[in-house]
């Protein structure tokens, strides 16, 4: 699975954005997908991910309600729509997946297979 990530940018505190990840090579069905960042300095951490076969999603503390993972089935895509953007969300923001993957560890970075390439999003105060 080759999965390309965008829609990162330069947004003032308050703002949104939508983060996209388009995946190729096979079909996503029995895949988890999540999305990860990872500031200066700071370990990558999890960010929402949800279970494509299924649409459960799942959500770190942090970013409940202002966040919503979605995918398009048609596309093969997942996409992460964040409002309400604080400073504190600038990172570098990855997508990844992985086959066959239990809902408890959706949160996991290691046991997910494939990565994309990382998208900046800067917010400013």
């Known amino acids: 699975v080759q999965l390309q990530a965008s829609g990162g940018g330069l947004v003032q505190a308050g703002g949104s954005l939508r983060l996209s990840c388009a995946a190729s090579?096979?079909?996503?069905?029995?895949?988890?997908l999540g999305w990860f960042r990872q500031a200066p300095g700071k370990e990558r951490e999890f960010v929402a991910g949800?279970?494509?076969?299924?649409?459960?999603?799942y959500y770190t503390d942090s970013v409940k309600g202002r966040f919503t993972i979605s995918r398009d089935n048609a596309k093969s895509t997942v996409y992460l729509q964040m409002n309400s953007l604080e400073p504190e969300d600038t990172a570098v923001y990855y997508c990844?997946?992985?086959?066959?993957?239990?809902?408890?560890?959706?949160?996991?970075?290691?046991?997910?297979?494939?990565w994309g390439q990382g998208t900046l999003v800067t917010v400013s105060s």
């Open positions: 090579g096979r079909t996503l069905s029995g895949y988890g």
């Open positions: 990844a997946a992985k086959p066959r993957i239990i809902y408890s560890s959706l949160g996991v970075p290691s046991y997910y297979d494939y």
């Open positions: 949800v279970m494509w076969s299924v649409g459960t999603t």
